[in-house]
């Protein structure tokens, strides 16, 4: 029974031999960022809301060297095909590759071309952000190609407009903030409205395990959802509240609201607001190293999810209860939603038993075997040229 994906081979290395095993030279340099595991926070990014992610030990490598023309390789099929920046491409990973160059260009800070060749660890459509990966190690490599050397708050920015103001995905800031500024044994509490960012310890690895349920950010539920908040949020102003987002209403007001605003929007907004609270509740409890806290704080945000943002799915629901049911401290689904990954906190000493018993449960509800590895809080973008490598 496959319990365990520990080992990989490493995306950097892969994405420098794929270049020059296609392109038939060495690339100048390779940059990496890493996906994204959100432990509470789910769909409170563009409420104004707080974020508790951090960053996985998978990665997306994008090595590259100047050209006059645009060419472009990935590890899925090893094509290599020219791409034309100025035209969209919406439907194809390339959309994301031609939406960084879209936004280097407008700001001056991209090459005249370049060859690129992908490699990546981060499982796609599983909820861990793989095109904040994506986007993020692309718009370092390219501006690495020009000599210049960016914050990475500034990568972040520029990996959020491509994805957000080029392929069109509403999304909010969160992937690619992690993505590009995750450090080494902490997740992030981000409170959007401000920016602020705390960096909160995070030493012991957590547990993921994929429904195998795939989704796509572009397939119209995740904006449909985002449209859903903003109308939640106009009937809330209706009902004489002045806020710029649903993540700063107080969960004092929030039942009479609720009453007050009809299905789905009031169980959006029930949502929001009471996720806002329990993540900023859940970065306490981890920075006290409160597990059992942090535990109960998940499996409260997923049933969240499921009974009032309605962005779960069946498989999750039964990892959630399942993992509960054999010894977890806690489980929700992680990420947009509608499929993808359950992240599970396991008491350490006994977590090589549970992930079998839990696998086996699954099984037989399911028939499959969901695929379960650990990840530990890994760091945000780095580059590589010619043997050095730089944390951003
Ligand atoms: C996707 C988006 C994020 C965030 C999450 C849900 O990952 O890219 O901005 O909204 O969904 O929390």
């Given at each position: 029974m496959e319990r365990s994906l520990v080992r990989h081979p490493g995306p950097v290395r892969q994405a420098i031999s794929l270049f020059r095993d296609r392109f038939g030279s060495a690339p100048v340099l390779c940059a990496?960022?890493?996906?994204?595991?959100?432990?509470?926070?789910?769909?409170?990014?563009?409420?104004?809301?707080?974020?508790?992610?951090?960053?996985?030990?998978?990665?997306?490598?994008?090595?590259?060297?100047?050209?006059?023309?645009?060419?472009?390789?990935?590890?899925?099929?090893?094509?290599?095909?020219?791409?034309?920046?100025?035209?969209?491409?919406?439907?194809?990973?390339?959309?994301?590759?031609?939406?960084v160059v879209r936004v280097l260009q407008a700001r001056g800070l991209a090459p005249a071309g370049a060859r690129l060749a992908v490699a990546s660890s981060v499982p796609i459509g599983a909820g861990l952000s793989s095109s904040a990966a994506l986007t993020v190690a692309t718009a370092r490599a390219l501006v690495g190609l020009t000599g210049r050397r960016l914050p990475p708050a500034a990568l972040a920015d520029l990996a959020y407009r491509a994805e957000h103001d080029e392929v069109g995905v509403r999304c909010g800031r969160m992937d690619q903030i992690v993505s590009a500024q995750a450090r080494p044994g902490h997740a992030m509490l981000i409170e959007t409205a401000s920016g602020a960012i705390t960096h909160v310890p995070l030493h012991h690895a957590v547990w993921l395990f994929d429904t195998g349920i795939r989704h796509r950010l572009t397939d119209g539920q995740y904006?449909?959802?985002?449209?859903?908040?903003?109308?939640?949020?106009?009937?809330?102003?209706?009902?004489?509240?002045?806020?710029?987002?649903?993540?700063?209403?107080?969960?004092?007001?929030?039942?009479?609201?609720?009453?007050?605003?009809?299905?789905?929007?009031?169980?959006?907004?029930?949502?929001?607001?009471?996720?806002?609270?329990?993540?900023?509740?859940?970065?306490?409890?981890?920075?006290?190293?409160?597990?059992?806290?942090?535990?109960?704080?998940?499996?409260?945000?997923?049933?969240?999810?499921?009974?009032?943002?309605?962005?779960?799915?069946?498989e999750a629901d039964h990892l959630v209860e399942s993992a509960m049911r054999h010894g977890a401290l806690g489980a929700r689904l992680t990420g947009a939603g509608s499929g993808g990954a359950v992240v599970v906190l396991l008491p350490p000493d006994q977590a090589a038993r549970l992930v079998t018993e839990i696998q086996e449960h699954f099984r037989q509800a399911f028939g499959g075997v969901p695929i379960a590895w650990a990840t530990k809080a890994s760091g945000g973008v780095r580059l590589r040229t010619s043997g050095r490598t730089r944390s951003s």
């Open positions: 990496s960022a890493p996906g994204r595991v959100n432990l509470i926070g789910e769909h409170t990014d563009y409420n104004g809301g707080p974020v508790l992610p951090f960053a996985i030990d998978r990665r997306t490598a994008v090595a590259g060297s100047e050209d006059e023309g645009w060419t472009v390789v990935s590890q899925v099929d090893g094509t290599v095909r020219a791409i034309d920046p100025s035209r969209p491409e919406p439907g194809s990973w390339t959309a994301y590759i031609g939406g904006n449909r959802r985002r449209q859903e908040c903003e109308v939640a949020l106009q009937r809330v102003r209706e009902q004489g509240h002045r806020v710029d987002h649903l993540g700063e209403i107080a969960p004092n007001d929030l039942a009479p609201l609720v009453r007050a605003v009809p299905a789905p929007w009031g169980l959006r907004l029930r949502h929001v607001v009471s996720e806002t609270a329990r993540t900023r509740e859940a970065a306490k409890a981890l920075a006290g190293h409160d597990l059992g806290e942090l535990g109960r704080l998940l499996v409260e945000g997923h049933e969240s999810l499921r009974r009032d943002f309605e962005s779960s799915c069946p």
